[in-house]
């Protein structure tokens, strides 16, 4: 059964009111990030909202549904933004994205470019160690899962594996670059296409893989994507510690 009408939009700002009255001068900043922020949604869209509040005046963050509308908001107090920005993580390129493309409905508009400047300035040694430190929970057991499903005959499964090498891949190519992408699924795969620094032939590599159906010729393009980012990680100096005893596990 199809959803109700729903004016996304319009939800949003109900929401950023109703906040307001709640919440007062502490609320720095609510908008709304998504294809409702692009004029894209659809009678099956969610709403997603951000929200920046002074330090010490945080407030959950909720998932709700209104109409048959899915509404979900993420709360954040500014110091903690403005740190988790300047010390990046796998959910840092999320964030960045979001910032990037939040429509402000409350608040200083130019005030998320403030925050998105201490993301750019952050050097790119850190980016590296952060990917380091990311990297064996990164790529690594998606794709050996999916080399899994082929062994046990679970062919079924092995195109789920396949995406989540893709978006685990994703996030570590915005690591590597310090960049972020504003789409998610196969939209922000194509555009980590245009980053500095991606395996060879990833252009052509990840949307095939990504439309692949079948496990055999999913797997060949696989193997090929993931020897061109092991290859890129050592060639780009990117220390992936391998233990090869217990003693040198990093417990």
């Known amino acids: 059964m199809a ?5 996304r939009l319009a939800l949003a700002r109900g929401v950023c009111e109703r906040l307001c009255a709640a919440h007062g001068d502490a609320l720095l900043l609510g908008g709304v990030y998504g294809s409702v922020a692009r004029g894209e949604d659809t009678p099956w869209s969610d709403l997603e909202m951000l929200f920046a509040t002074r330090d010490g005046h945080g407030f959950p963050r909720r998932n ?35 910032l990037s493309v939040l429509r402000v409905l409350h608040g200083d508009p130019a005030r998320p470019e403030g925050w998105l400047d201490v993301g750019r300035a952050v050097p790119l040694e850190a980016f590296r160690a952060a990917l380091a430190e990311a990297a064996p929970g990164l790529v690594v057991e998606s794709y050996g899962r999916m080399h899994s499903c082929m062994l046990r ?29 504003t789409h998610d699924y196969l939209e922000g795969i194509l555009e980590a296409a245009a980053f500095p620094l991606v395996p060879e032939g990833y252009a052509r590599l990840a949307p095939a893989l990504w439309r692949e159906r079948h496990a055999a010729p999913a797997l060949a393009l696989a193997d090929e994507l993931v020897a061109g980012y092991r290859r890129l990680l050592e060639r780009e100096g990117v220390p992936v510690r391998d233990a090869q005893s217990v003693d040198d596990l990093d417990l």
């Open 64 to 98: 709700l549904l209104y109409r048959g509308t899915a509404v979900g908001y993420q709360v954040y107090e500014e110091g903690a933004l403005v740190a988790a920005l300047g010390k990046p993580d796998t959910d840092w390129p999320f964030r960045m994205g979001v």
């Open 3 to 7: 959803p109700q009408p729903v004016d």
């Open 153 to 181: 005959g679970a062919t079924d499964d092995l195109h789920v594996s396949a995406i989540e090498v893709l978006l685990e891949m994703r996030t570590a190519l915005c690591l590597l670059n310090g960049r972020w992408v």
